[in-house]
């Protein structure tokens, strides 16, 4: 199983990440979304979830959820755009995965079972950081998550 992981397009959803994203059996978008637009291309892709995150304040926006829950296969997945967010929901080891975004900065590291993955940020380059994407390979309970650089 294949899950193509976005965040902080910010109104932007480039072709490079379109073709990046093909393939995934679901797309995960960890909020900053910036238009629907994007979303409708994604979901074209592959089966969707998002959650809205900080500049997702438009009236097509309110029906995202602030956080969500994914099971893909045998893992659990939380995803929420801002991770100091983490604390208002109760972290008693039960996600396999935590997927974030807002930092802009790609991380994918083990903190003891979990696995915490912000794919960066796929919209208009900020902040002189590469723009990225991630791909979070699943086999069993084995996963093995990728930083796409796409520029």
Do not use: C
């Not at 393939?23 to 978008?29: C, D, E, R, V």
């Not at 972290?91 to 997927?99: A, E, F, G, L, P």
């Amino acid at each position: 199983m294949r899950l193509g992981i976005i965040s902080d397009t910010h109104g932007l959803l480039r072709p490079e990440a379109v073709v990046a994203l093909r393939g995934s059996n679901t797309i995960i978008h960890a909020g900053d979304i910036g238009r629907p637009e994007g979303l409708e291309q994604l979901y074209r892709l592959a089966p969707v979830h998002a959650v809205r995150g900080n500049i997702d304040t438009a009236a097509w926006a309110q029906v995202l959820p602030d956080v969500t829950e994914v099971t893909a296969g045998p893992l659990t997945i939380l995803v929420l755009h801002d991770i100091s967010q983490l604390e208002i929901y109760s972290h008693d080891s039960k996600w396999d995965v935590i997927v974030f975004g807002h930092s802009h900065v790609a991380v994918a590291e083990r903190r003891g079972n979990v696995l915490y993955l912000n794919p960066g940020s796929a919209g208009p380059r900020r902040f002189r950081l590469p723009v990225t994407l991630a791909i979070l390979d699943i086999s069993g309970d084995a996963m093995e998550p990728r930083i796409i650089t796409l520029t």
